[in-house]
């Protein structure tokens, strides 16, 4: 288990971390979500010790660690630092070498990652000569060669392609399964609400939510989605007294339930509209939760359009 307990980080005026805690257990992937410049990328710099912080504590499996026990752990930092003149394999069985590994487990498990990766074809071409995308398959690789009991993640879905989010969300279950814990950054919600059981949401350095993502999802005024014959904005629904429309998507519109509104009053005025296609009683969407934590609702982002 990895516990951030009440880390503080100030850089001059800024506090980047303002007594920030959550814990990410063994056998789970983990959101890390946040706005930009939230303070996730510190977070995850203290946690491999590449940071000093002013106050708090992370520990793993109960203890606190130094830099040597950082080596054990996966990290792919936001800044990618590979070396651009290395060829592929050779890259990997390095930094595979540095991680502790012996030179043919090293050579061995940096061929399977580059096949698991969909890399093997491109062994031997420089890491220059690759794509963007590819070299961020690479950086996983890297991140994942020594097949560590703690991955930390920076943004590590950003620029693969939709083939390749499949493979990184295949591979990241199935390090949890086999007992890690991978806490990983994003700004794709929709992404995070399917892959991960629970996330940690920071704002100005602090976590604002945490916990499951259906939990969150309960929390919070209750949403309805319905859909009238007709009238895909839902125009019926303005004059209800404690209901507001979200927005339409597809024809079916999402409305807020303020406190004491009862959902059958609405399914009533609804059919009184004109005939229901649809009508269903849902938890609130992990982007929901998102901008509600951060003080930021979802009309007054997307002018009322959820996605
Ligand atoms: N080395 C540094 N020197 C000065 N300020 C810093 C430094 N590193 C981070 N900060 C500041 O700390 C705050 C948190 O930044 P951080 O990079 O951790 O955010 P983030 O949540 O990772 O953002 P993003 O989603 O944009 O990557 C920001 O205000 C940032 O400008």
Excluded at 33 to 46: E, F, Y
Excluded at 160 to 181: C, F, I, K, Q
């Amino acid at each position: 288990m990895l516990e951030l307990d009440g880390l503080v980080r100030h850089f001059d005026d800024t506090i980047a971390l303002d007594r920030l805690s959550f814990t990410v257990p063994r056998g789970q992937v983990f959101g890390f979500l946040g706005p930009n410049g939230a303070g996730k990328s510190t977070a995850m710099r203290a946690v491999m010790r590449l940071t000093a912080l002013d106050a708090g504590q992370v520990r793993w499996d109960g203890a606190t660690y130094d830099l040597d026990t950082c080596r054990g752990f996966g990290y792919m930092p936001e800044e990618r630092g590979l070396y651009p003149t290395m060829r592929v394999a050779e890259h990997l069985q390095y930094l595979a070498r540095l991680h502790g590994l012996t030179t043919a487990a090293a050579r061995q498990r940096a061929a399977e990652w580059l096949a698991r990766l969909g890399l093997s074809e491109r062994a031997q071409d420089k890491v220059e000569a690759l794509s963007l995308g590819n070299q961020q398959r690479v950086q996983l690789a890297a991140a994942l060669v020594h097949e560590p009991q703690l991955l930390v993640l920076d943004e590590p879905f950003s620029g693969l392609d939709p083939v390749g989010v499949d493979e990184l969300a295949g591979v990241l279950r199935e390090r949890a399964r086999a007992g890690a814990a991978v806490l990983f950054s994003s700004h794709q919600l929709d992404l995070v609400e399917q892959l991960c059981e629970s996330v940690a949401i920071v704002h100005r350095g602090r976590c604002v939510a945490s916990g499951t993502v259906r939990e969150l999802g309960r929390t919070g005024a209750r949403r309805v989605e319905v859909e009238v014959t007709g009238d895909p904005d839902a125009r019926w629904a303005a004059a209800l007294h404690g209901v507001r429309v979200l927005g339409t998507e597809h024809g079916r519109a999402r409305l807020v339930l303020g406190d004491g509104v009862d959902p059958q009053q609405v399914l009533a005025a609804a059919i009184a509209a004109g005939p229901v296609e649809h009508f269903a009683v849902c938890s609130r969407r992990l982007s929901e939760v998102f901008r509600e934590a951060v003080g930021r609702p979802l009309e007054d982002v997307q002018g009322g359009v959820p996605r």
